[in-house]
Structures are given as structure tokens and as C-alpha cells.
């Protein structure tokens, strides 16, 4: 089972989200053309919380932080998982 977890970290006005080096390694390796970001910052105005992952932001996040569109990563990703960095807990998954 291929997944990748994207940390995700609340700020006062927007996240941050972040992936491992071992995560960029790994998309590197599946996605040879693709260029990964350490992380990438979103500010927000009116959404606040885990709404934001609620709102579609990953069609934003996958090319952005990954390197790769979304309809790529379904070929050869089964699961995508954003983890609370301050809880640890799982967000939001992306079959």
C-alpha cells in the first residue's frame, strides 16, 4: 500500500503544510519529473480550523507541496492522510 501523509500545522492565519524528507524521497522515486517542496504556507482570511481541508484546498496542496496533480497521484498513491501536527491526529483522508 502506497500513502503519504502531509503534516499540517495551524497557524493564527493559515497552515503550513509539510512533508518529511522520506516522503519527498519517495515521490521523487514514484514521480521521477516531479518537484517536491519541504512545505508550502496557505493564509486564509474567513475560513478558520480544519474547515479549510474541508473547502478542496488539496487540489491547491498536491501540485504545490507534492509536485504532482492529483489525477496522477491516484494512479499510484492509495491514500492520502493529513495529520494535526499539534495532535497528531488524522484530518483528512483522500482515498
Not at 27 to 49: C, Q, W
Request: glycine share 6%.
Amino acid at each position: 500500500m502506497n500513502a503519504i501523509r502531509i503534516i499540517v500545522h495551524k497557524e493564527m492565519d493559515g497552515f503550513t503544510f509539510s512533508i518529511l524528507p522520506s516522503v519527498r524521497d519517495f515521490i521523487k522515486n514514484l514521480f521521477p519529473e516531479s518537484h517536491p517542496a519541504a512545505r508550502v504556507y496557505i493564509g486564509y482570511d474567513m475560513t478558520s480550523g480544519f474547515d479549510v481541508l474541508q473547502s478542496g484546498i488539496e487540489k491547491q496542496i498536491y501540485p504545490t507541496l507534492l509536485g504532482v496533480e492529483k489525477e496522477q497521484l491516484k494512479k499510484q498513491i492509495d491514500k492520502i492522510e493529513f495529520i494535526n501536527y499539534q495532535t497528531g491526529n488524522i484530518e483528512k483522508v483522500n482515498p
